[in-house]
């Protein structure tokens, strides 16, 4: 067999991290090209007023078993903890419900929970139980379902608004980040069927004990160095190109220098709050594998044998090599080498919008890599409490444990504050 060669991957996030990792752990030469001036990609740590905010993935389930295993990767899995039992508390306008799952097998380990929820009526939670039972009967691989939206589906089968917004959105939302009526139904029945209506453990949930930018893109970027992988940050790429045909690398990866080229580096958490440099972009490990070269490395190329396109699908077709689909030059399911690769360990997975990535695959098979979707809008936690969850008009504004601050990717969060354990802040507009 021979060797993987010279590989470019593009995009520092959880996929790219990933990739990287893999790719450098078969004995590649792995290039990780990075337009933030950190890793993590969504996910990420920033201070304000002396508290630390995480954006982006604020919690996993225990069926997350990729994630799980890119955490042991890192070395991070004893800094995130995961409940005993599914066991959340709904805050809404007029009180709060408990959902908490039994020792019963899967589905009817839920099915207690249901029937005790308050914020819905006796005749709702009915409903909801033979709209489960008809998202069970759905195969998410079907093209059809990529065509749909969920609410269509709910409200064909007896979900009102309330119940879509009070219940269905808690999971949905959190998990696919889009507005639950309008997620996708083959990714929105893919969670519903994994996380609730499988086994009985798959939807506890974990939640970390140290900023993402910690948990993430620093032992990313220790660990990508100790396999001896280059990680350009800053440095965002503006074409990939197929070489003409004959000896040497198949690809050019042409570099656009600055984030944007119009500016430094970005270095602002979402609502313009200053990012803490020493905790995101690998101050603490010495520089060892992290080049800032790419900050002024506008025209740079580094050729390549292949390319991961580890980015939202709208980036990756945009980068992807005229006629890269059409000729069967890109794969969608694997890391490999000799192509432009947008997906890993042939698993099908979600885009960061709750939406099948449609540009860059064959039927069926998006072309995302695992760890493009996050978990925004997810309630911070104190890992030694009980998991709050917002539903109406709180979802992002509340804090539980007084520790982290919610809110969905690019969403400010200066209008939230701090709460006791338990209490709730009124949402932005």
């Known amino acids: 067999m021979s060797a993987p060669g010279k590989i470019v991957v593009i995009g520092g996030g959880l996929a790219g991290i990933t990739a990287a990792i893999a790719l450098s752990e078969v004995g590649a030469d792995v290039t990780l090209a990075e337009a933030r001036p950190r890793l993590g990609g969504a996910t990420t740590s920033f201070s304000r007023g002396g508290l630390m905010v995480d954006n982006g993935q604020h919690v996993f389930l225990r069926c997350c078993v ?8 890192l070395g991070m899995t004893g800094a995130v903890s995961l409940q005993d039992r599914f066991d959340v508390t709904v805050l809404a306008p007029g009180g709060r419900a408990q959902l908490r799952r039994t020792a019963l097998p899967g589905p009817l380990h839920m099915g207690q929970a249901l029937m005790g929820y308050r914020f819905l009526s006796r005749a709702q939670r ?24 969920l609410g269509d589906f709910l409200a064909a089968h007896g979900q009102d608004e309330r119940t879509r917004r009070l ?17 996708n139904l083959s990714l929105a029945a893919t969670v519903v069927k994994t996380a609730l209506l499988g086994a009985r453990d798959a939807a506890d949930i974990g939640v970390p004990s140290v900023p993402l930018g910690v948990l993430h893109g620093q032992a990313a970027g220790a660990l990508l160095a100790r396999l001896g992988a ?18 040497g690398p198949r690809f050019r990866v042409r570099l656009g220098g600055r984030r944007g080229g119009d500016g430094p580096p970005d270095r602002t958490a979402p609502d313009g709050a200053a990012l803490d440099g020493a905790a995101l972009d690998g101050a603490g490990l010495d520089g060892a594998g992290l080049d800032g070269a790419g900050l002024d490395g506008a025209g740079e190329v580094i050729e390549a044998d292949g390319v991961v396109l580890a980015v939202p699908s709208a980036v990756a077709a945009r980068l992807a090599p005229a006629g890269a689909v059409s000729t069967g030059a890109v794969s969608t399911g694997t890391v ?20 099948r990535a449609r540009d860059l695959r064959p039927a069926r098979h998006p072309a995302a890599l695992r760890g493009g979707g996050r978990l925004a ?27 982290r601050l919610c809110g969905r990717p690019g969403a400010g969060v200066a209008g939230a504050v701090p709460a006791r354990h338990g209490g709730s802040v009124p949402g932005r507009a």
């Open 66 to 73: 990729a994630y799980r295993g890119l955490l042991a990767r």
């Open 377 to 403: 809008g997810a309630v911070g936690v104190r890992p030694d409490r009980p998991v709050g969850a917002a539903v109406g008009a709180v979802p992002r504004g509340v804090a539980v444990g007084g520790r």
């Open 230 to 247: 280059q990680v350009r940050l800053s440095a965002k790429v503006a074409a990939v190109e197929v070489r003409p045909g004959g000896p």
């Open 336 to 355: 490999s080498t000799g192509t432009v690769s947008t997906g890993t360990a042939g698993e099908p997975t979600a885009t960061g919008n709750g939406q």
């Open 167 to 183: 219940l269905w959105d808690l999971f949905t939302v959190s998990a696919l980040n889009v507005n639950g009526d309008d997620a």
């Open 126 to 149: 009915l409903r909801v139980a033979r709209a489960a039972l008809a998202m069970a009967a759905l195969n998410p691989a079907k093209p059809e379902l990529d065509r749909q939206r």
